[in-house]
């Protein structure tokens, strides 16, 4: 008898869903996309633009033999079941699949589920339907434009900058690192003066004269105030509330990112990693079974069974004072809300009863998530403010205080969102009081802050630029090209990501800005929903790309090369930096005519001794250059290790001691 094929994108998901689905299934991966664009064709883009665009699609480099192989799986079936990811992605994987398999219309279908539980599953596969080819189209447009800037841009920036690549996305992103980076240098500091008035039990600060709001722009400015206030502070105004203190939405991807940036220290790639294996699914001793739901989303609504499901569990757990509401997120025109936020599959599956099922960050993670989407639907915490005015000569000073009266969601998330209690004494709506002191303060007004990696994101995202599942690739490529380093968590430009900007900004200074790329995300999103045509959004683009590129090429400088300061032995030309496949190296200026290249010095670092003889252990590098740790003596001496030795020796044995993952273990014992 024949089974039903169903193809999924990873191998963890694959071993997962066939547990679910049963004995009449046989559920394998494509390990994610197995076509992409050809490189033939004009300017090598896979892609014939004088024919509507049709594009080339040949099998990714190693992908051949998953293809033969899922070929003969499918001829061998009942019926296949494409279950890739629920997103444009996914569906294009989908598409791919059943184009190269050669699938017809009356043995394939399409399913999608947004967790990987039984009831998830076994739900999706009651209600399959047929491939969305909107939104595949919506995602190859997006393929070809990023296939068409990329390639003609990369090629542009290779032959007249330092740089290596550019994109659609990478480059705006860069821009506005590169822009904030200009802003801080050009940015003037201006003096400014506060007063303080610190009492026995509360300090109050200036804030108005005469009711008009004040500001204090000297020394001089200030010594005035000084000498113009009396002794006596007397109460004008006493405002007490209570405040409701509403809990944030579950997270979204990018609200996730950032989130976890802050909190956990975790760039996005890490985040995006983990929380790919805790959707994917997780063993956790009675099942394996996805933990959370789809984690590239945009949408921050929950669906009504978790919310079923929680509400009851908040009382049952906390009280029913504790139990919130179903809050609505805002409208957001560039979000694709095909499904839900990133949850618990369950919410009777607590951190702590995971715990021994997981690694450390795998645990911290889903911690966040889990702890996020319970504080959403619990009650708002109720904080009460005290706000006191001091009149003094008509110059009004003011303290506030603030006590939390309720703590509401803030009993489970009161480790990411701090609340700290302010609290100024009672005090009497005629009283005075006489300051122990008055203090004036120095400041100086100081520039918009670096990009972190989470503000990033915030900033892309607000802009509409580009995709928050696509964010943690973007920042990678900008770090990984050298235009950017990081220092304390911040984004700062090099030379080359300043070079790569302005001669962008020089020729395509109206394509490669936040306004163009937002809006050609929303011309993707219009393709999506059926409202677009695809072929005029790619042949609109390109009639004004394409001249701004030959223009480019003719017109744009080429940067000139660093000199070392030093000459070249062969021809007395100077020696200059220059970049190639395998990083920098310095040749001579003169080339071709002269192709002298200086050769880089060997740096060995030693580890430790030798503990069979009087040679150094060094950092040594296998054929496929996968480091490992061996004797300088070789082949005199064989003594090598995977994991770097340390000094000391083991105390059972005397053996070497290595640092294996952050555990320090003996190599001969293993203790």
């Not at 070929?71 to 009942?78: I, P, Q, R, T, V």
């Not at 009356?106 to 596969?125: L, P, Q, S, W």
């Not at 929903?529 to 080429?558: C, G, Q």
Request: glycine fraction near 4%; charge should be positive.
């Amino acid at each position: 008898m024949k089974k039903n094929l169903v193809i999924v994108e990873s191998p963890a998901k694959s071993k997962t869903i066939e547990k679910y689905l049963g004995s009449d299934y046989k559920v394998v991966a494509s390990m994610g996309h197995i076509r992409d664009l050809a490189t033939s064709g004009k300017f090598g883009l896979g892609v014939d633009v004088d024919n509507d665009f049709k594009p080339t699609y040949i099998p990714i480099k190693g992908k051949s033999k998953k293809i033969t192989e899922l070929k003969k799986l499918s001829k061998e079936s009942d019926k296949v079941i494409l279950a890739s990811d629920p997103d444009r992605e996914g569906e294009a994987i989908a598409w791919h699949l059943k184009d190269a398999l050669a699938l017809k219309k009356d043995n394939y279908k399409r399913v999608e589920f947004h967790e990987i539980t039984k009831d998830a599953v076994t739900n999706a596969f009651k209600n399959p339907r047929d491939i969305d080819m909107d939104l595949v189209k919506s995602q190859e447009t997006r393929r070809i434009l990023d296939r068409i800037i990329g390639f003609r841009l990369s090629k542009l920036m290779q032959s007249k900058t330092g740089g290596k690549s550019a994109g659609r996305v990478q480059s705006v992103a860069l821009k506005l690192i590169v822009d904030r980076e200009r802003e801080i240098a050009s940015f003037v500091p201006e003096e400014y003066y506060t007063i303080t008035a610190k009492f026995k039990e509360f300090d109050a600060d200036l804030e108005k004269y005469k009711n008009k709001k004040i500001e204090i722009k000297s020394d001089e400015e200030a010594e005035n105030i000084l000498n113009n206030l009396s002794d006596t502070y007397k109460v004008s105004d006493i405002e007490k509330k209570d405040k409701k203190k509403a809990s944030r939405l579950p997270f979204k991807t990018s609200t996730l990112q950032q989130m976890a940036a802050n909190k956990l220290n975790f760039p996005s790639s890490k985040t995006m990693r983990i929380a790919q294996k805790l959707y994917e699914g997780i063993d956790i001793g009675s099942e394996t079974v996805g933990l959370i739901t789809y984690m590239r989303t945009d949408a921050e609504r929950l669906a009504p069974p978790f919310i079923n499901e929680t509400l009851p569990y908040i009382e049952e757990e906390y009280g029913k004072n504790y139990v919130g509401y179903v809050k609505k997120a805002k409208k957001n025109d560039n979000a694709q809300d095909a499904h839900e936020a990133i949850r618990p599959t369950s919410i009777k599956r607590t951190p702590e009863k995971l715990k021994k099922y997981l690694t450390n960050d795998e645990y911290k993670l889903y911690k966040l998530i889990y702890t996020r989407a319970l504080a959403s639907l619990m009650s708002d915490a109720l904080v009460t403010t005290t706000s006191v005015s001091l009149l003094n000569n008509d110059y009004l000073f003011k303290t506030t205080g603030s006590v939390l009266k309720f703590d509401g969601y803030l009993k489970v998330y009161s480790e990411y969102e701090a609340n700290e209690d302010v609290i100024i004494p009672d005090i009497a709506e005629d009283a005075s009081f006489i300051a122990e002191e008055v203090v004036k303060e120095q400041h100086f007004t100081k520039p918009a802050a670096r990009y972190t990696e989470s503000s990033l994101i915030k900033e892309l995202e607000s802009l509409g630029i580009g995709r928050p599942s696509t964010y943690a690739t973007i920042i990678e490529t900008i770090k990984a090209r050298d235009y950017v380093t990081v220092e304390d968590k911040k984004f700062i430009p090099t030379k080359v990501g300043f070079e790569i900007t302005d001669k962008l900004q020089e020729f395509f200074k109206d394509i490669v800005n936040v306004k163009y790329t937002s809006e050609m995300e929303s011309d993707l999103d219009l393709i999506a929903d059926d409202k677009k045509d695809n072929i005029k959004v790619l042949r609109d683009f390109y009639d004004t790309f394409e001249p701004l590129v030959e223009t480019a090429f003719k017109n744009m400088e080429k940067a000139k090369a660093e000199e070392t300061g030093e000459m070249c032995p062969n021809c007395g030309s100077p020696l200059v930096k220059r970049k190639g496949r395998y990083g920098e190296f310095i040749a001579c200026s003169n080339y071709p005519e002269c192709k002298y290249i200086q050769k880089k010095e060997k740096v060995i670092e030693e580890i430790i001794p030798c503990p069979k003889c009087d040679g150094k252990i060094i950092v040594k590098k296998t054929r496929k250059g996968k480091e490992f740790y061996g004797c300088s003596n070789y082949p005199k001496c064989d003594v090598a290790y995977w994991y770097k030795p340390v000094l000391e020796r083991c105390p059972n044995c005397g053996g070497v001691m290595v640092d294996k993952k952050g555990t320090i273990i003996c190599e001969n014992c293993d203790k």
